[in-house]
């Protein structure tokens, strides 16, 4: 059932269109995420659930609850909605508890008892809260505002890019942690990244956008492997892109003679592989190639190969690092899974296939 609903918003800043016509159903206590490069209007679709600022068209309802109605809105603090920024947004001059108490309404049991498991719920230590947040490292930071922001009990849990400033060991633990704590709060989440993998790990339900509009949403899984586009392929990852010609439910390319997911599809388009689908083998009577280069890169290396009979640019692979080959090797192709073939103009539908 759909929790939050925004439907055809669309925001502008003088010749910017920040929101375009974007729509977006959320179920309730589910992670979502959008993810989208800088500047493609993350922020502003969050300023405009939190209520900061207003669309000059659409719609927003939360929970049956009619939020946002062309430039009509409910003020911020009688959303239900938390939102925790990229820099924590914390107040350097107060306590961790008091930065806490501030998002806390006035509750019929003690404001320390409140703050207290606040603080435990999110994994702060009790000797921290009387400390004021400079004495706190990035990661505590982040679970001081998420604190601060869950005080409210939230319907609606926003957060805009809340673990970029943290280094990568914390920035994955300090995710997860976070993830499961909403989880088990009930709190349905949105997520704001510009970091794919953080939007493909984080989320249930994953959103793209770019240039203010949402171009796919989906399950993770759906949207890495069956993107609509050969650009929302590859802003999700490496992708290898070749041209083919689809007929019976496979298509045949530089790469031989492979399994594709659209078994109804004849004609000419591109098909995609992920990276790690295919695997090199010493076999070389099928597809072949030959390795140009080998970027040794921990547990797995890149490897950089043409493919004979294929005239695109040379293709790279990620391998692990236990196989070895060296420049020069001729090499053939092991491949995993289907390829995913793009809708193309000339591409015919024909009857389901037995
Ligand atoms: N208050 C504002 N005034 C003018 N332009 C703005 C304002 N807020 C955002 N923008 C513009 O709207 C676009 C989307 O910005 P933003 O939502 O911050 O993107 P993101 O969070 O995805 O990086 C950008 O081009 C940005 O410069
Ligand atoms: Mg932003």
Same mark, same amino acid.
Not at 45 to 66: C, H, K, T, W, Y
Not at 233 to 250: E, K, M, N, Q
Not at 274 to 298: C, H, M, N
């Given at each position: *059932?759909?929790?939050?609903?925004?439907?055809?918003?669309?925001?502008?800043?003088?010749?910017?269109?920040?929101?375009?016509?974007?729509?977006?159903? %959320?179920?309730?206590?589910?992670? =979502?995420?959008?993810?989208?490069?800088?500047?493609? #209007?993350?922020?502003?679709?969050?300023?405009?659930?939190?209520?900061?600022? /207003?669309?000059?068209?659409?719609?927003?309802?939360?929970?049956?609850?009619?939020? &946002?109605?062309?430039?009509?809105? /409910?003020?911020?603090?009688?959303?239900?909605?938390?939102? &925790?920024?990229?820099?924590?947004?914390?107040?350097?001059?107060?306590?961790?508890?008091?930065?806490?108490?501030?998002?806390?309404?006035?509750? =019929?049991?003690?404001?320390?008892?409140?703050?207290?498991?606040?603080?435990?719920?999110? $994994?702060?230590?009790?000797? *921290?809260?009387?400390?004021?947040?400079?004495?706190?490292?990035? #990661?505590?930071?982040?679970?001081?505002?998420?604190?601060?922001?869950?005080?409210?009990?939230?319907?609606?849990?926003?957060?805009?890019?809340?673990?970029?400033?943290?280094?990568?060991?914390?920035?994955?633990?300090?995710?997860?942690?976070?993830?499961?704590?909403?989880?088990?709060?009930?709190?349905?989440?949105?997520?704001?990244?510009?970091?794919?993998?953080?939007?493909?790990?984080?989320?249930?339900?994953?959103?793209?956008?770019?240039?203010?509009?949402? @171009?796919? !949403? $989906?399950?993770?899984?759906?949207?890495?492997?069956?993107?609509?586009?050969?650009? %929302?392929?590859?802003?999700?990852?490496?992708?290898? %892109?070749?041209?083919?010609? @689809?007929?019976?439910?496979?298509?045949?390319?530089?790469?031989?003679?492979?399994?594709?997911?659209?078994?109804?599809?004849?004609?000419?388009?591109?098909?995609?592989?992920?990276?790690?689908?295919?695997?090199? =083998? #010493?076999? =070389?009577?099928?597809?072949?190639?030959? /390795?140009?280069?080998?970027?040794?890169?921990?547990?797995?290396?890149?490897?950089?190969?043409? +493919?004979? #009979?294929?005239?695109?640019?040379?293709?790279?692979?990620?391998?692990?690092?236990?196989?070895? +080959?060296?420049?020069?090797?001729?090499? $053939?192709?092991?491949?995993? $899974?289907?390829?995913?073939?793009?809708?193309? !103009?000339?591409?015919?539908?024909?009857?389901?296939?037995?």
């Amino acid at each position: *059932m759909t929790f939050l609903s925004i439907d055809a918003l669309s925001k502008r800043y003088g010749s910017v269109s920040a929101l375009d016509d974007v729509s977006l159903c %959320i179920g309730a206590g589910g992670r =979502t995420a959008i993810v989208g490069p800088s500047g493609s #209007g993350k922020t502003t679709l969050l300023r405009m659930l939190a209520g900061f600022d /207003v669309p000059q068209s659409g719609r927003i309802m939360l929970d049956g609850r009619l939020l &946002v109605d062309g430039t009509s809105a /409910v003020p911020p603090h009688l959303r239900d909605v938390g939102l &925790v920024m990229q820099d924590g947004a914390l107040f350097p001059h107060l306590t961790v508890a008091e930065n806490i108490g501030f998002g806390l309404p006035g509750h =019929t049991r003690s404001q320390v008892e409140a703050i207290a498991e606040l603080s435990d719920m999110v $994994g702060l230590n009790p000797s *921290m809260l009387s400390r004021t947040p400079d004495a706190l490292s990035g #990661g505590q930071q982040q679970r001081v505002a998420l604190a601060r922001a869950l005080a409210r009990r939230p319907k609606l849990m926003l957060l805009d890019e809340p673990f970029s400033a943290l280094d990568t060991g914390l920035r994955s633990s300090t995710r997860m942690a976070i993830a499961n704590l909403l989880q088990s709060a009930g709190v349905t989440t949105l997520l704001v990244t510009h970091d794919q993998a953080e939007a493909l790990s984080f989320a249930d339900h994953v959103a793209i956008m770019d240039s203010g509009k949402i @171009l796919q !949403a $989906g399950p993770p899984r759906e949207l890495y492997f069956r993107p609509k586009t050969a650009m %929302i392929a590859t802003f999700l990852g490496d992708a290898i %892109i070749l041209p083919a010609v @689809l007929s019976h439910g496979r298509a045949n390319c530089a790469l031989g003679s492979v399994e594709i997911d659209e078994p109804r599809w004849s004609g000419w388009a591109d098909i995609m592989f992920r990276p790690e689908q295919i695997a090199l =083998t #010493g076999d =070389t009577s099928g597809a072949r190639g030959k /390795v140009l280069d080998v970027e040794f890169a921990g547990a797995v290396s890149n490897v950089t190969l043409t +493919v004979t #009979g294929h005239s695109g640019p040379p293709i790279v692979l990620r391998q692990p690092s236990s196989i070895s +080959v060296a420049p020069g090797d001729e090499i $053939g192709f092991a491949i995993a $899974g289907r390829a995913h073939a793009f809708a193309a !103009a000339n591409v015919a539908e024909s009857a389901a296939q037995d």
